[in-house]
């Protein structure tokens, strides 16, 4: 007799049983297994992690320009050094109450455990890409995983395509769950809880590129940032699959939370090896996006990185993607461009930039979307 376990029908695991009590696993849907080179390799857990820095001098403080002091300048040169070697970095003592965090993770758990009937009546769009999925590819295979997607500042103006001849602007609105109490006023609340340490970050991030602490904030007047709660289920071959393939965010920064159960790995700049990024109690993982490297001319990369999943215990984690209004042109800061460091990257729209990735992660193409293809040639 043939059983499946209730997942979405792409993770669905074939069972055999011979008795009511017992369950042998047989396979794991073949659209989920990674060809060898994409499958999860020797991670290392322990040593040298991502830098952890201490927010705690300007956890008070609304906006640094008024008294960028030496512990400020102190902290800045971290996160600028750390934005340099690794792209990523942990912070704790950050301003975002533990109280939103702790309902965020709450309501993601209720949304998941809908039936997935229910959890289809607010799906994805093929022109607005907030609501529900459970078919995002990572390198052409499908991911184990369910999303729901979220627009910071919904009702955003976003191109109606990735095509650059195609002028139109369109409002992308999420699509909310109507049967659940305060999700929707849960997720706005964090959306703005995380908003002001992204703004801080952004400072911070200014002042280690030796600009002025709101050089980069004009930029996100209409932002079209987007936040995911991601569920990661057990998978009974966890070697075979990854809950979200190797790729780099679209963002210019992104702000991670996550829970104790571990499966984030960052790809070290300097050997090419997974490091395994250990949970730390009450912090957000931020990481350089793409349009951020633009922006540095390649001071700071967007690093690749990955999620995997275990047997046994599933995982929760919810990052915020920060990425400017669709308006932004995208291109090295005129600052950090001269003769000895021409700019690496031309124009391109962040709206068109944004979409063409949405685009490129629910369709199988036979290729990797990744910004350096658009780099100038030398």
């Not at 965020?104 to 289809?120: D, G, H, S, T, W």
């Not at 009546?121 to 093929?126: G, M």
């Not at 001849?165 to 109490?181: K, R």
């Not at 984030?264 to 949970?279: C, I, N, Q, T």
Request: charged share 25%; with cysteine; proline share 8%.
């Amino acid at each position: 007799m043939q059983l499946y376990i209730h997942m979405p029908w792409h993770q669905c695991l074939a069972i055999q049983s011979h008795k009511p009590s017992t369950y042998t696993m047989v396979e794991v849907n073949p659209s989920c297994i990674l060809s060898e080179e994409h499958r999860p390799k020797h991670v290392i857990t322990e040593g040298e992690g991502i830098p952890l820095i201490d927010l705690s001098p300007i956890t008070n403080r609304e906006g640094l320009s008024a008294d960028p002091n030496k512990a400020v300048e102190d902290l800045a040169a971290k996160i600028g050094e750390a934005c340099r070697t690794w792209g990523f970095f942990t912070v704790i003592n950050h301003g975002v109450p533990s109280g939103i965090r702790r309902r965020i993770m709450e309501v993601a758990r209720e949304f998941f455990a809908l039936p997935v009937e229910e959890k289809k009546k607010v799906s994805r769009e093929d022109h607005n890409t907030a609501g529900f999925h459970n078919e995002e590819h990572s390198k052409d295979f499908k991911d184990w995983k369910e999303v729901y997607d979220f627009y910071v500042n919904d009702g955003m103006l976003m191109p109606a395509s990735h095509e650059l001849d195609d002028p139109e602007i369109v409002p992308w609105f999420t699509p909310w769950p109507e049967n659940l109490p305060k999700f929707r006023e849960t997720c706005a609340e964090y959306g703005r809880a995380c908003e002001k340490l992204f703004f801080n970050l952004l400072e911070l991030v200014s002042l280690s590129l030796g600009l002025p602490p709101k050089r980069l904030h004009g930029y996100f007047e209409n932002q079209a940032s987007f936040a995911r709660l991601n569920y990661y289920p057990p998978c009974p071959k966890p070697e075979l699959v990854l809950g979200t393939g190797g790729h780099k965010d679209p963002s210019a920064l992104t702000v991670l939370a996550q829970e104790d159960v571990e499966g984030l790995d960052v790809l070290r700049k300097s050997d090419g090896a997974w490091v395994r990024v250990k949970p730390v109690p009450d912090s957000f993982v931020i990481n350089v996006g793409d349009v951020l490297q633009v922006w540095s001319n390649d001071l700071y990369e967007s690093v690749e990185h990955r999620a995997e999943v275990n047997a046994e215990t599933e995982r929760y984690s919810i990052p915020i993607f920060f990425h400017p209004s669709h308006d932004v042109t995208m291109k090295p800061l005129d600052e950090l461009v001269d003769e000895q460091s021409p700019a690496k990257y031309p124009e391109y729209k962040a709206g068109k930039w944004l979409n063409l990735r949405m685009y490129n992660n629910y369709k199988k193409h036979g290729f990797y979307m990744r910004m350096t293809d658009y780099k100038v040639s030398a």
